[in-house]
């Protein structure tokens, strides 16, 4: 059967990051063909304007032009034709981010949403997409790795792929480049890892380790998997670091350094990290591209989809991407409680925790937790780390008030299962209700509390039923985030500015200026830059205030701009904001179900 929608791409000019796409419609509207571009994409919740990359878009119909009009910033109308309409456009790619497109004459990534004008009519129809290879010599060994499916392609992978819809489409990104590659069964589905990026690396035991994750998540909720087959898209490079979850796939940015060497067989803290991020976007696959909140059922990309609901997608997933590992057995009990209190220490050093609930955090995310700026540590808390608390908190309630027959597990399986018999998205106080109904529980007070206050999660004390111990320190150095051990009390707390800060050139620039803090009460913000104090340059801040006592008065001299300023201000000790977990014996036991 052929597809009324034919896209065509090609990387047409790798040294200047574009691609040219072709898109043929056979049968155009009549009153005149409606073209337009997502203006963001699924999983990422910020207005991207994707089509402020096109260039040179033009059309034509029986080798005459046809005029377009440009109805609004991502809307094209082709005016009426008798038979076929062809456009051909080219899009800039140099975003080396998972959400939008990328070429250079190394590599190519592309996500349909930044490169596939959606066709007024047809979105529920079946498209056709041929992706063609560069020209030239030096692009003979460039492949593609995707999870839409083929009909006809060569062994590189470059040939027509089909879509059952404009959605499904929208959902397969497409690896293009000389990448390596490593396969391996999870539950009898096929998966498959795609690497590029300069690196050196052990991917069979990236593979081996990934393996385990996948086969507790789908053993979590159930065989069979939803996909018959799943591709891991990995780049690897420097200072980088994100995920964005697809219905079969997801792409994924690392450090280089972070992938496993060959003959080292402890998990190093930046293969954890890794892992972990693996581990969040493969949960995605159940929790948020199926079970998915009502306001993106379907998805309207024209414009933002409002959800009270993120806290469950992103905070749910973020409580267990790291579950995962210690339950797969890749890390032990107190690996993971290091990585639990971590999380603790972060949350809990914001006051935007106390301004923000949660739910305002998720409906808010597309205005402030997508455009942090340096007051946002005072006045927004996160969806995905304090949501990975809620979650916990919610667990071992579930737990402790059903004297350990049910837990979160059993709410997320029964989510599933919603999904498999009717395909909907829940409306905004369904998922409350369902978990209520699933334990048999009284929760509400719980979720009002967790979830419509800023109050405190009442975290030690539900620890404290599963045999691990926290307590609250200041932190030991600027790098200490927290974790396993004890707390010192005889030990004198640090003297603190109230800052997070970053190298500069002329010394160090305060990124951060964190609420009641002696920096903040100075009249010091953000942005400016400290190059003094009490007369001598600042090159370690963290050293420089070891050489001080809390109470002491100092003299700091800072750039705003190109402005001196001179201000004086007391020391204040570190807050006593950093989370010490310590496991008892047989404790923990919620970890290893």
Not at 121 to 147: H, L, N, Q, T
Not at 363 to 373: G, I, L, N, P, V
Request: proline share 4%; with cysteine.
């Amino acid at each position: 059967m052929t597809a009324p929608v034919h896209y065509s791409i090609r990387p047409c000019s790798p040294q200047t990051h574009c691609f040219e796409v072709t898109l043929k419609l056979d049968k155009p509207a009549r009153q005149g063909q409606v073209f337009s571009l997502p203006a963001w994409i699924p999983g990422s919740y910020l207005i991207r304007e994707f089509s402020r990359h096109i260039i040179g878009i033009h059309a034509e119909s029986a080798g005459q032009e046809v005029r377009l009009l440009k109805l609004d910033k991502h809307t094209w109308q082709a005016e009426p034709v008798n038979g076929s309409l062809t456009l051909v456009y080219q899009v800039y790619a140099y975003d080396l981010s998972v959400r939008g497109a990328y070429l250079d004459e190394e590599r190519g990534f592309f996500n349909a949403s930044s490169v596939f004008l959606s066709v007024a009519g047809y979105e529920s129809e079946p498209c056709d997409v041929e992706i063609r290879a560069p020209k030239g010599k030096s692009f003979d060994d460039w492949k593609v790795a995707s999870s839409l499916p083929a009909v006809d392609v060569k062994k590189s992978g470059f040939g027509r792929y089909r879509a059952s819809n404009y959605d499904e489409l929208l959902d397969h990104p497409v690896e293009l480049g000389n990448f390596q590659r490593v396969s391996f069964k999870a539950c009898g589905v096929a998966h498959e890892f795609v690497v590029s990026g300069r690196f050196r690396g052990d991917l069979k035991r990236l593979a081996r380790d990934t393996k385990k994750i996948c086969e507790y998540q789908i053993r979590l909720f159930g065989t069979p998997a939803p996909f018959e087959r799943y591709v891991f898209m990995l780049y690897v490079g420097k200072d980088i670091y994100g995920g964005l979850e697809h219905r079969a796939s997801t792409a994924l940015v690392a450090n280089r350094d972070d992938l496993p060497q060959s003959g080292t067989e402890p998990i190093s803290d930046g293969y954890l990290k890794l892992l972990g991020l693996i581990s969040h976007e493969y949960f995605h696959s159940w929790n948020v591209k199926r079970i998915k909140p009502a306001a993106f059922s379907p998805y309207d990309l024209s414009r933002e989809g409002y959800t009270r609901l993120l806290w469950a997608f992103e905070g749910i997933t973020s409580y267990y991407d790291d579950l995962a590992l210690v339950r797969s057995g890749l890390i032990d009990d107190k690996r993971y409680l290091g990585l639990l209190a971590q999380t603790i220490s972060g949350v809990q050093r914001g006051a935007g925790r106390l301004k923000q609930t949660l739910e305002e955090s998720s409906f808010d995310a597309w205005t402030k937790y997508y455009r942090q700026d340096e007051n946002s540590p005072n006045s927004i808390v996160s969806y995905y780390t304090k949501g990975s608390l809620a979650a916990l908190a919610l667990d071992l309630t579930i737990r402790q008030q059903s004297a350990g027959q049910q837990s979160l597990d059993d709410v997320m399986r029964a989510l599933w299962q919603k999904w498999l018999r009717d395909g909907k998205g829940l409306a905004e106080d369904e998922w409350e209700k369902l978990a209520a109904e699933v334990t048999g529980l009284e929760l509400q007070t719980f979720f009002d509390a967790a979830l419509r206050s800023s109050t405190e999660l009442p975290l030690a004390a539900l620890l404290a039923t599963q045999g691990v111990d926290m307590r609250w320190d200041s932190a030991d150095h600027a790098a200490d985030a927290g974790g396993i051990g004890s707390v010192d009390d005889s030990r004198k707390p640090r003297a603190s500015l109230g800052v997070k800060t970053v190298a500069d050139a002329l010394g160090v620039r305060l990124v951060n200026v964190l609420d009641d803090g002696a920096a903040q009460r100075a009249g010091l913000a953000g942005g400016d830059v400290l190059i003094a104090l009490d007369g001598l340059k600042v090159a370690d801040l963290d050293k420089t205030l070891a050489r001080y006592r809390v109470g002491d008065s100092v003299t700091l001299h800072v750039f705003r701009r190109d402005e001196l300023l001179v201000r004086e201000l007391v020391l204040q000790a570190v807050p006593q904001a950093t989370c010490r977990l310590q496991l008892q014996p047989d404790g923990a036991a919620w970890l290893q179900e």
